[in-house]
């Protein structure tokens, strides 16, 4: 028997040698680097650690933080043991005190309407006792006059009396349930809000000595990210253009961000550490055609992603509906049941669809997207201010850096559409520029001119730019009817249209200016289609576009002619008009 007890206090001594010590850190998030659909949070502080085994808790982390990226590091020496994560669904009070007070207050308006009830109840009962008992003679009694008229006016004064106070009783009540009721509402949405910075970072380390570590957490985490936006702005056709880069920022994570160090990156965090394998790179026309990766890094699996977002949307459901079942329903189990059961009836969605809750739903569902077309070299934007942004999902605006960028200014008209010439700003070495795909704000000459959009697909040396109209070009297209004739002759029909286009220069500086006309092409071989003349025009025979390229000196007037003719059956109908849809108003 010694050597087997010697044994079990052996193996209890390694036990407890083993058992870590715990501490609950919470910090703030200190920095962010965004990518275009996720972030990458870093949180910062100083950890005392004693020797030996410290288990090291980070709560308040996004529930939707994914535990394949996190990273633990720090600045003295420990071993790293396990990292782990979990939702903490009973730390909602911890993170909010505001719910803690409405419990209470919810708790107390409870006891003040039951009281009320009570009250109630016990006037009532005296009511009844008094309808009862309304026979006043008795067996061998009479009653005189006198008698009879003051117990009629003490039953009726008392009668009114209670009435009053039962009235008086029932709209208190009224009260009391309606802010019960808020109460609720509030609680719920709350713990709603809590349950996506639900998650605790778990964190196992030994140390061979006690001390402080200035320890640094990294993770990943979706329902984040940034969509590039600009202000395109210049004073003259001979200024530099100014281009301010901007970014409309969203945090859906469940944290808030506060005095965060921003950085907006175009890095994919979500593709394979495997190296990258070179297949063929086939040449080929393209037309705003999505190009393939050419065997690039190939993302992770999406089935993995699917399956763990999904894991955690069941989570934070299941949460939802236990705040639902406590505050509204008084069901501390229900939902548990539920769960269990894999029977998610969850009766708050009613709730949230007529808008009484508000942040069930925008806190779960996935921001609508949109697919945008990216270099492979990845660009990153330090912005220079910290940055706050609360976690609604709302786009705010953030203000990256303005550069002055030299560009040569050229005018495009095509008057057969539009009978305006467009500004555009030509610039060399945009590569340079690091530009991402968005929205672009236009002024000119100190007026919004409109908004346009910047892609820089299938862009070669030169991207140029739009401004807008340039209301100091003028442009007119119209038909020569003194040329243009319309013939009929042994069973054919030709039709012969020239066109007259003036162009002239407004401006007090010279101004180069492209013009686009066409040529209908025929897709029948009983139609034929003749050149009459280009006026200088070259035309291009698989399009039919025909391009003029001039040059107008201050104040100089050019006329650009255009003239075809279409042979065709006289029996045939030709469409030899375009038209285009606009809404108008029928009566």
Same mark, same amino acid.
């Given at each position: 028997?010694?050597?087997?007890?010697?044994?079990?206090?052996?193996?209890?001594?390694?036990?407890?040698?083993? =058992? &870590?010590?715990?501490?609950?850190?919470? %910090?703030?998030?200190?920095?962010?680097?965004?990518? +275009?659909?996720?972030?990458?949070?870093?949180?910062?502080?100083?950890?005392?650690?004693?020797?030996?085994?410290?288990?090291?808790?980070?709560?308040? @982390?996004?529930?939707?933080?994914?535990?394949?990226?996190?990273?633990?590091?720090?600045?003295?020496?420990?071993?790293?043991?396990?990292?782990?994560?979990? @939702?903490?669904?009973?730390?909602?009070? $911890?993170?909010?005190?505001?719910?803690?007070?409405?419990?209470?207050?919810?708790?107390?308006?409870?006891?003040?309407?039951?009281?009320?009830?009570?009250?109630?109840? %016990?006037?009532? $009962?005296?009511?009844?006792?008094?309808?009862?008992?309304?026979?006043?003679?008795?067996?061998?009694?009479?009653?005189?006059?006198?008698?009879?008229?003051?117990?009629?006016?003490?039953?009726?004064?008392?009668?009114?009396?209670?009435?009053?106070?039962?009235?008086?009783?029932?709209?208190?009540?009224?009260?009391?349930?309606?802010?019960?009721?808020?109460?609720?509402?509030?609680?719920?949405?709350?713990?709603?809000?809590?349950?996506?910075?639900?998650?605790?970072? +778990? @964190?196992?380390?030994?140390?061979?000595?006690?001390?402080?570590?200035?320890?640094?957490?990294?993770?990943?985490?979706? !329902?984040?990210?940034?969509? &590039?936006?600009?202000?395109?702005? $210049?004073?003259?056709?001979?200024?530099?253009?100014?281009?301010?880069?901007?970014?409309?920022?969203?945090?859906?994570?469940?944290?808030?961000? *506060?005095?965060?160090?921003?950085?907006?990156?175009?890095?994919?965090?979500?593709?394979?550490?495997?190296?990258?394998?070179?297949?063929?790179?086939?040449?080929?026309?393209?037309?705003?055609?999505?190009?393939?990766?050419?065997?690039?890094?190939?993302?992770?699996?999406?089935?993995?992603?699917?399956?763990?977002?999904?894991?955690?949307?069941?989570?934070?459901?299941?949460?939802?509906?236990?705040?639902?079942?406590?505050?509204?329903?008084? =069901?501390?189990?229900?939902?548990?049941?539920?769960?269990?059961?894999?029977?998610?009836?969850?009766?708050?969605?009613?709730?949230?669809?007529?808008?009484?809750?508000?942040?069930?739903?925008?806190?779960?569902?996935?921001?609508?997207?949109?697919?945008?077309?990216?270099?492979?070299?990845?660009?990153? /934007?330090?912005?220079?201010?910290?940055? %706050?942004?609360?976690?609604?999902?709302?786009?705010?605006?953030?203000?990256?850096?303005?550069?002055?960028?030299?560009?040569?200014?050229?005018?495009?008209?095509?008057?057969?559409? !539009?009978?305006?010439?467009?500004?555009?700003?030509?610039?060399?070495?945009?590569?340079?520029?690091?530009?991402?795909?968005?929205?672009?704000?236009?002024?000119?000459?100190?007026? /919004?001119?409109?908004?346009?959009?910047?892609?820089?697909?299938?862009?070669?040396?030169?991207?140029?730019?739009?401004?807008?109209?340039?209301?100091?070009?003028?442009?007119?297209?119209?038909?020569?009817?003194?040329?243009?004739?319309?013939? #009929?002759?042994?069973?054919?029909?030709?039709?012969?249209?020239?066109?007259?286009?003036?162009?002239?220069?407004?401006?007090?500086?010279?101004?180069?200016?492209?013009?686009?006309?066409? +040529?209908?092409?025929?897709?029948?071989?009983?139609?034929?289609?003749?050149?009459?003349?280009?006026?200088?025009?070259?035309?291009?025979?698989?399009?039919?576009? #025909?391009?003029?390229?001039?040059?107008?000196?201050?104040?100089?007037?050019?006329?650009?002619?255009?003239?075809?003719? @279409?042979?065709?059956?006289?029996?045939?109908?030709?469409? #030899? *008009?375009?038209?285009?849809?606009? =809404?108008?108003?029928?009566?």
């Amino acid at each position: 028997m010694k050597p087997i007890t010697i044994l079990f206090l052996l193996l209890g001594f390694t036990v407890n040698a083993q =058992k &870590a010590k715990e501490q609950t850190i919470k %910090s703030e998030i200190k920095k962010v680097k965004l990518y +275009i659909t996720s972030g990458e949070m870093t949180h910062e502080a100083n950890v005392k650690l004693e020797k030996g085994r410290n288990k090291l808790i980070f709560s308040g @982390i996004s529930a939707f933080a994914d535990p394949n990226s996190i990273q633990f590091t720090g600045d003295n020496n420990f071993r790293l043991v396990s990292i782990s994560t979990e @939702i903490d669904f009973l730390a909602a009070e $911890a993170y909010n005190p505001r719910i803690s007070v409405l419990k209470d207050s919810l708790e107390s308006m409870k006891d003040a309407l039951q009281l009320n009830i009570d009250t109630e109840s %016990s006037y009532n $009962a005296e009511l009844g006792v008094m309808n009862t008992n309304k026979d006043l003679k008795g067996a061998n009694s009479t009653l005189t006059v006198e008698q009879i008229k003051n117990a009629g006016e003490y039953y009726r004064t008392r009668t009114l009396e209670i009435n009053r106070i039962v009235s008086k009783l029932k709209k208190e009540q009224s009260l009391l349930r309606a802010k019960i009721e808020a109460t609720r509402l509030q609680l719920t949405d709350l713990n709603y809000t809590e349950n996506q910075r639900s998650n605790q970072i +778990i @964190i196992l380390v030994d140390a061979n000595e006690a001390g402080s570590v200035n320890s640094i957490l990294k993770y990943n985490v979706s !329902d984040c990210g940034w969509v &590039a936006s600009y202000d395109l702005t $210049a004073i003259d056709i001979n200024q530099p253009v100014k281009l301010k880069y901007k970014a409309q920022v969203y945090n859906n994570t469940g944290n808030e961000w *506060k005095d965060v160090q921003l950085t907006l990156s175009t890095a994919d965090p979500t593709l394979s550490a495997t190296a990258p394998t070179l297949n063929p790179f086939y040449l080929e026309y393209s037309n705003y055609i999505e190009q393939e990766r050419n065997g690039y890094i190939q993302p992770i699996s999406q089935s993995q992603q699917t399956m763990y977002r999904s894991q955690v949307e069941n989570e934070i459901n299941w949460a939802n509906q236990r705040a639902y079942d406590n505050y509204m329903l008084d =069901k501390d189990d229900k939902s548990a049941e539920l769960f269990e059961n894999n029977n998610m009836a969850f009766n708050f969605q009613n709730l949230s669809s007529n808008g009484l809750l508000s942040n069930f739903g925008k806190k779960v569902t996935n921001i609508n997207t949109q697919d945008i077309y990216i270099s492979e070299m990845t660009a990153e /934007f330090p912005v220079p201010n910290t940055f %706050s942004c609360p976690s609604d999902a709302r786009p705010y605006l953030v203000e990256i850096k303005e550069i002055s960028v030299p560009a040569t200014f050229s005018q495009v008209s095509v008057p057969k559409l !539009d009978q305006s010439a467009f500004l555009l700003a030509n610039i060399v070495g945009w590569q340079d520029l690091e530009l991402i795909p968005g929205a672009t704000s236009v002024y000119f000459g100190g007026n /919004f001119v409109g908004t346009s959009y910047i892609d820089t697909r299938n862009v070669n040396d030169t991207l140029s730019l739009s401004f807008g109209r340039d209301p100091k070009i003028q442009v007119i297209r119209k038909l020569k009817s003194e040329m243009s004739t319309k013939k #009929v002759t042994a069973g054919t029909k030709r039709d012969t249209y020239y066109y007259d286009i003036q162009v002239r220069n407004n401006r007090s500086v010279p101004v180069t200016i492209d013009v686009f006309d066409q +040529i209908p092409i025929s897709k029948n071989s009983e139609i034929t289609v003749s050149v009459e003349t280009l006026g200088g025009g070259k035309k291009d025979d698989v399009t039919g576009e #025909v391009t003029y390229k001039i040059t107008l000196q201050p104040g100089e007037t050019k006329n650009l002619e255009l003239g075809y003719t @279409i042979k065709y059956p006289k029996d045939y109908n030709v469409k #030899v *008009k375009t038209y285009r849809t606009v =809404k108008a108003a029928k009566f």
